[in-house]
């Protein structure tokens, strides 16, 4: 008699899955090794409205401005729709023109003074904010916000009418102090004393930013290093030089740079003062481009010259972007 077999044939025991996966499953086969090309441009896309915001609000008027700076453009050219190509020549009589040279310097020392002035004030407020209790805290960033938040205009007109010659505040308080002469002192006279205004102002509205970030950057050092310096005996300027200082380098390297490029720019406080006088003997660059290209209506002069002060901005930020580049080499 035949035996019938078993229709459900016996499976021989084969490799263990550890997976838990049917071997002929697809998903024990090999996986993606990498992401795929959606993956891989999304940060490209996703950054694309920002640079092309970026290249239209910031490339293109500077591309507008060299092509000015190539151009015999005054009052005649312009009305007449006029277009005379002269090249470079604008910025060759810059370059050898006296009073170019004498407004470069001038601004070069106009700048480093002010962000000396910026860079102690605002760390000696910094490590003021960090010493005082909350209530005395507060009370002082809000003074220092309110300075910080106040427009350039604003600001120049409040301390117009504090220097004012025949009203003003500083007159009459040095008066009252038995400084008779100072009743009626014109501080705007003369050169030295129409720095003096514009660099307090700019110097009073920068420190604040200074400031605060002095304050925060104080609140990331651990507190066992200051304990450790003072159990070494370390007074307060060894604290500052050995355990602020070398914590806090990157904080003091980009703001000074940050302010030199924030000073060697401003325009307003400086125009809106006296208008880079008496006798222009106040004017930086950016007073000098504009008095050249809209006061005196030579516009390209006014470009080129506009160009050669973001070519200098551009030199002195190379020692930065070199320690920028060293710092991430090091990491």
């Known amino acids: 008699m035949a035996v019938q077999s078993d229709p459900v044939r016996a499976q021989a025991p084969g490799p263990s ?3 838990g996966a049917v071997p002929g499953d697809s998903l024990s086969g090999p996986r993606r090794s990498g992401p795929g090309l959606l ?4 940060p490209y896309a996703l950054l694309a409205p920002a640079m092309l915001a970026t290249l239209t609000l910031l490339l293109w008027p500077l591309v507008n401005t060299f092509v000015l700076s190539l151009q015999n453009l005054n009052k005649r050219q312009l009305i007449q729709h006029l277009t005379e190509w002269t090249g ?3 910025y060759t009589d810059q370059l050898t023109s006296a009073d170019f040279w004498h407004t470069t310097e001038r601004s070069v020392v106009f700048t480093a003074i002010n962000v000396v002035l910026i860079m102690v004030g605002g760390t000696l407020v910094g490590l003021l904010l960090n010493r005082l209790g909350s209530k005395m805290r507060l009370t002082l960033g809000v003074g220092l916000i309110l300075a910080w938040a106040m427009p350039f205009v604003a600001q120049s007109t409040v301390y ?5 010659s025949r009203y003003g505040v500083v007159n009459w308080g040095l008066d009252k102090l038995g400084w008779h002469s100072m009743a009626t002192y014109n501080w705007t006279g003369n050169q030295a004393s129409t720095f003096f205004v514009i660099i307090l102002l700019i110097v009073w509205g920068s420190i604040p930013f200074v400031a605060f970030n002095m304050y925060a950057g104080l609140t990331t050092i651990p507190t066992e290093l ?4 003072r159990m070494d005996g370390a007074g307060a300027f060894k604290i500052f030089s050995s355990v602020i200082y070398p914590s806090l380098k ?4 980009g703001t000074t740079f940050l302010e030199i490029i924030w000073v060697f720019k401003s325009f307003t406080q400086v125009y809106t003062i006296d208008g880079g006088g008496p006798e222009r003997s106040t004017e930086t660059m950016p007073v000098y481009s ?3 290209g809209i006061g005196n209506q030579h516009f390209g002069v006014g470009s080129a010259i506009a160009i050669l002060t973001m070519v200098m901005l551009a030199l002195a930020m190379v020692p930065y972007f070199r320690v920028i580049l060293k710092q991430e080499d090091e990491l």
Do not use: K
């Open 250 to 253: 990157p904080f003091f390297l």
């Open 290 to 292: 504009f008095v050249e």
């Open 17 to 19: 899955n550890t997976d």
């Open 160 to 164: 117009l009418w504090l220097f004012d």
């Open 88 to 90: 470079f020549s604008n």
């Open 39 to 42: 993956s891989r441009f999304a």
């Open 226 to 229: 200051y304990e450790a310096a």
